[in-house]
């Protein structure tokens, strides 16, 4: 008779892991961790994205319900004061000229697109000269920001009037 202890696996005694098995659970732990770092990333920047094509076309609606009333485009001055902003733009909510990425939380639009800022700039007829010292003559302007990353092969989201 042939014995069948020689053909068995002999039973471990000691219980738990080997060092290789501990190491590929690491490095399993390791790439889901990255890929959901890096996939969490690139919702976010989606979303900030998002949001800053949803405030410029809200504060270009504004601008333009402003323009069929005066027969003008604001001046930056004027965007950038609360108080002509609550006298003139009742319904564009403050909150709206703030980047999603900026730091400090600033409701002033600035001359010329930076990272985390909207730009307006607003000039006379000839599309070149500015408006500033009489905002009356303000006939043109455009609303842009900076996107983070491409957004359809853009770097930059650029809204004209619409006059």
């Not at 080997?18 to 890096?38: G, K, M, R």
Request: include cysteine; charge should be neutral.
């Amino acid at each position: 008779m042939i014995s069948v202890k020689g053909l068995m696996p002999q039973k471990r005694d000691e219980q738990g892991f080997t060092v290789i098995e501990l190491l590929i659970v690491i490095v399993v732990l390791v790439i889901l961790s990255v890929l959901v770092v890096t996939t969490y990333g690139g919702i976010q920047q989606k979303n900030r994205n998002l949001t800053r094509q949803t405030n410029l076309e809200a504060i270009h609606q504004q601008i333009e319900i402003y323009f069929n009333k005066q027969g003008h485009y604001p001046s930056r001055a004027d965007m950038n004061s609360s108080v002509w902003l609550a006298k003139n733009l009742k319904t564009l909510d403050p909150s709206l000229l703030i980047d999603p990425s900026n730091p400090t939380r600033s409701e002033q639009l600035v001359a010329a697109v930076t990272a985390k800022s909207y730009a307006y700039d607003p000039t006379q007829i000839d599309g070149v000269s500015s408006c500033e010292n009489k905002d009356t003559t303000c006939a043109k302007y455009t609303l842009t920001a900076t996107y983070e990353g491409n957004v359809n092969g853009a770097t930059k989201l650029t809204i004209p009037s619409t006059n």
